[in-house]
T-cell receptor, first 118, second 115 residues
Framework: AQTVTQSQPEMSVQEAETVTLSCTYDTSESDYYLFWYKQPPSRQMILVIRQEAYKQQNATENRFSVNFQKAAKSFSLKISDSQLGDAAMYFCAYRSGFATSGTYKYIFGTGTRLKVLA | ETGVTQTPRHLVMGMTNKKSLKCEQHLGHNAMYWYKQSAKKPLELMFVYNFKEQTENNSVPSRFSPECPNSSHLFLHLHTLQPEDSALYLC??????????????FGEGSRLTVL
């Protein structure tokens, strides 16, 4: 079975600085997707960034980038130039590339609460 | 209209009450999900529906009963709950299929408190 581990329950970063959130996963599959989701306080969870396992190039979305190390099964999120609006819970998630009964299973980590200090 | 709408946002119920959570998606997706979110735990998948057919029941107690009348609506009927069922219940949808990227779209959640 696949697992996703986020070992940092909470992180803090100074505004305008850079922070890296860690995520490791375990799987025997070769085809899968990895995601980082952001859940602001009392607001809905939204996708931050996505990585396809078959792509060697690390995904980037504006100030958000990932360091995808497939062999090490590591998928960290780097937030550059942190802003107050980045404060949220961040969840790492794994999605199999193979469907079961027509749907895909997602596995989430326990989340990292990011605080941004002014 | 937001993509995925959940009602009510907050619900307080006694252990003998019967209530329902509602989810509606306006994205034309084929798959809908119920997740349970508790503090310091990973999101727990409860149920998955694909084209209104249930494809996953993740060993959820029978006091939780899902209903999916069509691809746009999903309900979670609650009956004889326990205090440990207090949590944030998230609904999500996705367009599943090999050519799709698999992003989940979440509602804002229903915060349930069982007294």
């Amino acid at each position: 079975a696949q697992t996703v581990t986020q070992s940092q329950p909470e992180m803090s970063v100074q505004e305008a600085e850079t922070v890296t959130l860690s995520c490791t996963y375990d799987t025997s599959e070769s085809d899968y997707y990895l995601f980082w989701y952001k859940q602001p306080p009392s607001r809905q969870m939204i996708l931050v960034i996505r990585q396809e396992a078959y792509k060697q190039q690390n995904a980037t979305e504006n100030r958000f980038s990932v360091n995808f190390q497939k062999a090490a099964k590591s998928f960290s999120l780097k937030i550059s130039d942190s802003q107050l609006g980045d404060a949220a819970m961040y969840f790492c998630a794994y999605r199999s590339g193979f469907a079961t009964s027509g749907t895909y299973k997602y596995i989430f980590g326990t989340g990292t609460r990011l605080k941004v200090l002014a | 209209e937001t993509g995925v709408t959940q009602t009510p946002r907050h619900l307080v119920m006694g252990m003998t009450n019967k209530k329902s959570l509602k989810c509606e998606q306006h994205l034309g997706h084929n798959a809908m999900y119920w997740y349970k979110q508790s503090a310091k735990k990973p999101l727990e998948l409860m149920f998955v529906y694909n084209f209104k057919e249930q494809t996953e029941n993740n060993s959820v107690p029978s006091r939780f009963s899902p209903e999916c009348p069509n691809s746009s609506h999903l309900f979670l009927h609650l009956h004889t709950l326990q205090p440990e069922d207090s949590a944030l219940y998230l609904c999500a949808s996705s367009q599943d299929g090999q050519i799709y990227t698999g992003e989940l779209f979440f509602g804002e959640g229903s915060r349930l408190t069982v007294l």
